[in-house]
Nanobody, 124 residues
Framework: VQLVESGGGLVQAGGSLRLSCAAS????????MVWSRQVAGRTREFVAT????????KYADSVKGRFTISRVNADNKIYLQMNNLKPEDTAVYFC??????????????????WGQGTQVTVSS
C-alpha cells in the first residue's frame, strides 16, 4: 500500500486546513486508518483514527472539537479537516493504515504502512 498526504501549508492561528491522504495498491475499505503528527526531535503522536466504514472515530484530547477525520472509500482517500488551528498544531502530519484490522485504535504501532507526511505550520 502506498499513501500520499497533501494539503499542508502555512496558516495563521485560527485558520483552517484540509489534509488529504490518497491510497494506492490496495482498497482501503476494509481497514482502519489514522492521522498522526510529529515535531522534529519528539515522539510521533496520535491525532485521529477512523474505522473501516467511517461510522466511528476517535481523537486526541488536544484536537477534539477542532479536527474531523473522514473517509471516502470509493475514492480510496481519507481526510483531516483542521479548524481553529493553533501554533502548537505545527508538525508533519502522516496518514497510516492498519491492514490487519477494521477496528480503530490509537496505538500507532498497529498501523503498518505510512505516508511521507505533509508539513503544517501555524503562525501566531
Amino acid at each position: 500500500v502506498q499513501l500520499v498526504e497533501s494539503g499542508g501549508g502555512l496558516v495563521q492561528a485560527g485558520g483552517s486546513l484540509r489534509l488529504s491522504c490518497a491510497a494506492s495498491g490496495r482498497p482501503i475499505s476494509r481497514y482502519a486508518m489514522v492521522w498522526s503528527r510529529q515535531v522534529a526531535g519528539r515522539t510521533r503522536e496520535f491525532v485521529a483514527t477512523i474505522n473501516w466504514e467511517g461510522s466511528n472515530s476517535k481523537y486526541a484530547d488536544s484536537v477534539k472539537g477542532r479536527f474531523t477525520i473522514s473517509r471516502v472509500n470509493a475514492d480510496n482517500k481519507i481526510y483531516l479537516q483542521m479548524n481553529n488551528l493553533k501554533p502548537e498544531d505545527t508538525a508533519v502530519y502522516f496518514c497510516g493504515i492498519d491492514t490487519d484490522s477494521q477496528w480503530m485504535t490509537d496505538f500507532l504501532p498497529n498501523y503498518d504502512y505510512w505516508g511521507q507526511g505533509t508539513q503544517v505550520t501555524v503562525s501566531s
